[in-house]
């Protein structure tokens, strides 16, 4: 039998929250919608951040109010501090994905915290969900490769929020590229590493393709067992609050390398392709996605 990669389609969160446009909460659902029917199953819908300060993001409340509850489907809510983890309960989403930075730098850039506040706040959502319920936490390690304003970041900073994460019960770890720098060696090792310190815990990751290493540290991932990957429809994507960001690996891509090796997504890849050009097209830009300009072989 061939091995199973389940890949967590962040198009509508992490894809929509650096385009100079924005789509309307009619746009975005269509959008949900037809990924959802091209065979994603977890998919990371709304962001729970102050649309102030992210104006595509807007609307969260709105969007999943509208998506009707399906047990195929988990529908995603992104969570940076206790506001942001009470708005995902009550808007009744299926995981709540809390965001800790490695760096002081990004964090404070980002989330107006340092490493060490967002983590106190990651206990603290933890802590309150053992209390009062609500959907399963996962935590994302972002910049977990390297940092805009840091610099390096060493396995140790890593670790340490990964071991943290996985005594407070989370889920689920996802390792971020948030920055697109990691090459598939730092991969392997970093993965070894969490791994490690944390081996009840299930492992995610999360690249961004910068500087062209995307689906290379994709590969390097699953190789060291990873069977959770983070990609976004066209190949969009980027941080409103990280210098020269660009997008993550293309779902299509990544399915398609992926399949052409004999792995299992689930996937409808020729809806994929043109879900990307789409959704592209509405933001007044080519699809970023390599599939999206080239199409699948065999045609």
């Not at 269509?30 to 959802?36: A, S, V």
């Not at 969570?79 to 942001?84: A, E, K, Q, T």
């Not at 990004?106 to 209390?131: K, M, P, S, V, W």
């Not at 970041?153 to 943290?164: G, P």
Request: glycine residues 12%; charged residues 25%; proline residues 4%.
């Amino acid at each position: 039998m061939s091995r199973f990669i389940q890949i967590v389609e962040v198009g509508p969160r992490d894809g929509l929250q650096n385009e100079k446009l924005s789509l309307t909460v009619a746009e975005k659902l269509d959008m949900i919608r037809r990924l959802e029917a091209a065979g994603a199953r977890r998919i990371e819908t709304v962001s729970f951040v102050n649309p102030n300060r992210v104006p595509q993001m807007a609307g969260a409340e709105e969007i999943q109010a509208a998506l009707t509850p399906d047990l195929d489907h988990s529908r995603i809510g992104l969570v940076l501090n206790m506001r942001g983890w009470e708005r995902c309960v009550s808007a009744g989403c299926d995981e709540a994905n809390v965001v800790v930075c490695a760096t002081d730098g990004f964090g404070l850039a980002n989330q107006g915290a340092t490493a060490r506040q967002q983590l106190d706040a990651l206990g603290a959502i933890c802590e309150r969900r053992a209390l009062e319920g609500g959907p399963p936490i996962t935590a994302t390690i972002s910049v977990a490769f390297g940092c805009p304003f840091d610099g390096e970041v060493s396995e140790d900073q890593v670790v340490t929020l990964a071991r943290a994460a996985a005594l407070f019960g989370v889920a689920e770890i996802a390792i971020a590229d948030t920055i697109g720098v990691a090459d598939p060696w730092t991969v392997r090792r970093r993965v070894e590493a969490v791994r490690e310190a944390a081996p009840d815990t299930r492992l995610r990751l999360h690249f961004h393709d910068t500087r062209n290493t995307g689906l290379a540290n994709a590969y390097a991932g699953v190789e060291a067992g990873i069977d959770v990957l983070d990609a976004s429809v066209g190949g969009l994507g980027g941080c409103p609050f990280a210098p020269n960001a660009t997008g993550n690996i293309g779902t299509e891509d990544l399915v398609y390398m992926l399949e052409r090796g004999g792995y299992e997504t689930g996937y409808d890849l020729d809806a994929l392709i043109q879900i990307g050009r789409d959704v592209s097209e509405r933001l007044g830009k080519a699809p970023a996605s390599s599939l999206g300009k080239a199409g699948k072989f065999p045609a």
